[in-house]
């Protein structure tokens, strides 16, 4: 697999992507400034399932005065989503198999 660089000439804020083993890995990332890089990176860790980096940019996001967007809150509730289903799919069977017995 070949290594690939991803980056956007627009973002405000240095930071470097690199791809490894994995489709996006941050190394040395500094927040962005704007809301449509953190928007931007947002996607990136999605689409990467990088949900940690995903949840961290979508805070920076919600931790602004602005209120959130239609796309933006979609985007934190995905986030945290996926970052929590690996914990809830245990606590979720279990319930399940519970019900089954009863």
């Known amino acids: 697999m070949t290594n ?6 627009e ?3 240095p930071f470097s992507i690199t791809c490894s083993s994995c489709p996006l890995a941050l ?6 400034e704007s809301r449509e890089d953190s928007v931007y990176l ?3 860790a999605k ?7 995903m949840v961290e940019n979508m805070k920076h996001i919600a931790s602004s005065d602005q209120e959130l967007t ?8 995905v986030a945290y989503k996926m970052l929590l289903a ?9 319930h399940r198999l519970s ?3 009863s």
Request: charged share 30%; with cysteine.
């Open 4 to 9: 690939q660089i991803y980056q956007r000439q």
């Open 11 to 13: 973002l405000t804020t």
């Open 27 to 32: 190394s040395n990332f500094k927040m962005p």
């Open 42 to 44: 947002a996607k990136l």
């Open 47 to 53: 689409q990467a399932e990088q949900y940690e980096e």
């Open 70 to 77: 239609v796309e933006e809150c979609n985007l934190l509730s």
């Open 86 to 94: 690996p914990t809830m799919r245990p606590g979720e069977l279990f």
């Open 99 to 101: 019900r089954r017995r």
